[in-house]
């Protein structure tokens, strides 16, 4: 076993959809800090796919049962890789949204990547984005796309302060 974090790869040439996607549930909840399911072709072939999973060192043993008990996998590979990880802030802050039938104010997280020191990206959290514009129906219906877009142009290189203001006064509506 490895020390720190390795990423396990994993063949599997017969499971079905369900299956997989109760496997990754599960991953995900053991504490896998990635999962990605690559379709791809087998020997004779087959269809396939390629499991790749982030994980602590020392979960391989209870992961590597999940594999062989859940998928019935005969083996899989540790690799060694050097992970490189920007910096990334965490950020809570209220967005304050204004439009020409009121103001309303939601909670929104974000994170602004670095690299060095230097700011690269904000980003706002999909799952708030979504809340936001559900709860803006159908009094002012804004997709999750244009609040996404208005937020992160909105921030810039700047640190969120305890309220971010937008404004779609004029925006085009549904008429």
Known sequence: ????????MAQIDDAPGELLGHVIEKMTE?????VQLLPSLGKKGRPAYVL?????????????????????????????????????RRYRTTLELKW????????LRIKRILNDGMFMRAKAEHDDLAAISEQMQPEYPVSVAVLKAAIETALGAEEPGETLGLDFTGWPQKQ
Do not use: C, T
């Open 52 to 88: 790749l999973v982030d994980i602590k060192a020392e979960d391989e043993p209870d992961f590597a049962a999940l594999l062989v008990g859940d998928l019935g996998i005969w083996g899989y590979r540790v690799l060694q890789s050097e992970h490189k990880h920007f910096d990334i």
């Open 1 to 8: 076993m490895s020390a720190g974090v390795i990423l396990l």
């Open 30 to 34: 053991m504490g896998a800090k990635n």
């Open 100 to 107: 020409s039938g009121g103001v309303r104010n939601f909670p």
